[in-house]
């Protein structure tokens, strides 16, 4: 008996030493930067943590000091990326740090049925006949702006009635912001209607929370290898899956059928051609159409999420956002006509955008290449062909070096004074990779374009409207895992008609 408790305690610490030694012990090479712990990316698990304290208090130092690490996440081992030299050079040879998605790294787990293989992480061929599609519809220079506006005051109105029924205490934003980047997102770019922002039951608003809430649950993220056995719970997350991508089809398809619905050089159109021509099939209609709907309006929302907070917190930069509005007279909510040329041209909004997708870049840490050879990063650092490869925005965004010891300050002066000072300054930052909220080279984001406007046309609507400040009695919080933004923020609206 003794003998056989003896064989089960020394069989259980094998097995505990060989899942070490095969998947959590780091592997040699690259050899001359450092690990982060394994068990940093299980701290949320065990932990409610604030994802921007495990970020400084375990992977800043080395990241910063040696310009990469190799990090655990994914349930594997990974080289994440902080210095801008670096960056630039992984962004110039797209050939060598290829894309390589879920569709490659885990294609049996639940999030490779949600976006399949599509635009951001295709590589080769396959992208090329992406981007011809993808690329002149989301690059028009006649985005409605109309419906922009027309969605901001909608958007206005909500926030009145929920401050309304909240009292004196805060409005949860987010969920309203993830109705009005739907809708923006839909039939701006997309010109479907779901009626997302109106109704809060619509189909497309109830499966998007299904799906985010059945998808990004940390232990399926980490350990992906899960999603090879049948557990109920991700049967349902893959039936859910379905749904929302038939549903996205639906609402596309019947927009197509409508009289003035969609025009030729729109996305939504230019998409469903490319099915009908066979220059598509049906699965990368669905893959690139979902993958556009979830990037095209989940950034923007994190976007406007973390700008909103950070001008709750300095309200000196609301107040003089709002003398700016003026001084464009654009301070009256009747002037509903907003020229997107005039708005590029208001410095201070401008660097408002930046700032704030400096200080929270909405995909805060990414890893979706591989090495297709050995490849020797900036000359010094080996990393062994087949290496998954990402970036830290967040990291870089806020290099010391580059950005000054104040990196970490919402200071959006530092972008310059006038139009043509910030947008040199903006390209200089860009090219030198050293603000990489949209990522670099001919992988950069296609959206740019839309989100910005967006941004635009939502800061004036708002800051014309009302100012607002965070509810005292909200938790200043970062997420504790997944996209890095204030959690759950809660804002208290007040109208400027009052005074
Ligand atoms: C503030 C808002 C946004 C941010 C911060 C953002 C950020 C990014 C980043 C970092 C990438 C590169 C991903 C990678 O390296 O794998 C990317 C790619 C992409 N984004 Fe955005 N995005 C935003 C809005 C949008 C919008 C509104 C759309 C419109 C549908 C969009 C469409 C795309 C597409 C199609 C790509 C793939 C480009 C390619 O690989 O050819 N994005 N975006």
């Known amino acids: 008996m003794l003998i056989f408790i003896l064989e089960i305690i020394l069989l259980f610490f094998l097995s505990i030493f060989f899942i070490y030694y095969i998947f959590l012990l780091p592997p040699k090479y690259p050899q001359n930067i450092p690990a982060v712990p394994f068990w940093v990316a299980l701290i949320p698990f065990f932990k409610d943590v604030d994802q921007s304290d495990i970020f400084r208090e375990y992977i800043q130092e080395p990241l910063r000091k040696h310009g990469a690490v190799k990090l655990f996440f994914g349930a594997q081992w990974n080289v994440l990326v902080h210095k801008p030299q670096y960056l630039q050079e992984i962004f110039k040879d797209e050939d060598l740090f290829e894309k390589s998605g879920n569709q490659k790294k885990i294609p049996h787990s639940v999030l490779s049925q949600f976006l399949g293989d599509n635009i951001i992480s295709a590589h080769g061929q396959d992208w090329k006949t992406y981007q011809s599609v993808v690329k002149p519809g989301l690059q028009r220079n006649n985005f409605e702006v109309e419906k922009l506006v027309k969605n901001a005051e909608s958007l206005c ?7 309304l029924r909240a009292g004196n205490g805060g409005v949860p934003v987010q969920e309203f912001l993830q109705r009005y980047s739907v809708a923006n997102l839909s039939e701006v770019v997309l010109q479907t209607e779901f009626d997302a922002l109106n109704s809060l039951n ?9 799906v985010k809430r059945e998808i990004f649950k940390p232990i399926f993220m980490n350990f992906p290898v899960l999603d090879r056995f049948p557990f109920p719970s991700r049967e349902q997350a893959r039936k859910t899956v379905d749904r929302f991508r038939n549903e996205l089809k639906r609402g596309l398809v019947e927009s197509s059928t409508k009289a003035n619905g969609m025009s030729t050089d729109g996305l939504g159109r230019r998409m469903l051609d490319a099915r009908d021509s066979g220059t598509w099939n049906e699965k990368q209609l669905l893959d690139n159409l979902t993958v556009a709907f979830v990037a095209g309006q989940e950034n923007p929302q994190l976007c406007m999420i973390s700008t909103l907070y950070l001008l709750a917190k300095h309200p000196e930069i609301q107040s003089k956002l709002y003398q700016e509005i003026l001084q464009f007279n654009l301070g009256q909510p009747a002037d509903d006509v907003l020229d997107p040329e005039v708005l590029q041209d208001m410095p201070f909004l401008t660097s408002v955008i930046y700032e704030s997708l400096r200080l929270f870049p909405p995909i805060g840490q990414l890893v979706n290449r591989h090495t297709s050879e050995n490849a020797l990063l900036g000359g010094e650092i080996m990393i062994p062909k087949g290496t998954y490869v990402g970036y830290n925005c967040y990291s870089t965004n806020r290099d010391p070096t580059v950005w000054g010891e104040n990196a970490n300050v919402f200071d959006p002066a530092r972008w310059g004074d006038n139009t043509v000072a910030i947008q040199k300054q903006y390209r200089h930052r860009r090219a030198r990779a050293e603000w990489v909220s949209f990522h670099g080279g001919r992988r950069a984001c ?3 374009k839309f989100a910005l406007l967006q941004m635009r046309v939502t800061l004036v609507s708002l800051v ?27 804002l208290v609206f007040e109208s400027r008609e009052k005074q």
């Open 202 to 210: 619509a189909p497309i608003n109830v499966l998007q929370t299904a």
């Open 464 to 490: 014309r409207k009302m100012r607002w400040g965070l509810d005292p009695t909200w938790i200043d919080r970062k997420t504790p895992a997944g996209p890095l933004y204030p959690r759950a923020l809660r």
């Open 157 to 163: 109105g909500l926030l009145k009635d929920a401050q």
């Open 446 to 448: 296609l959206g740019e």
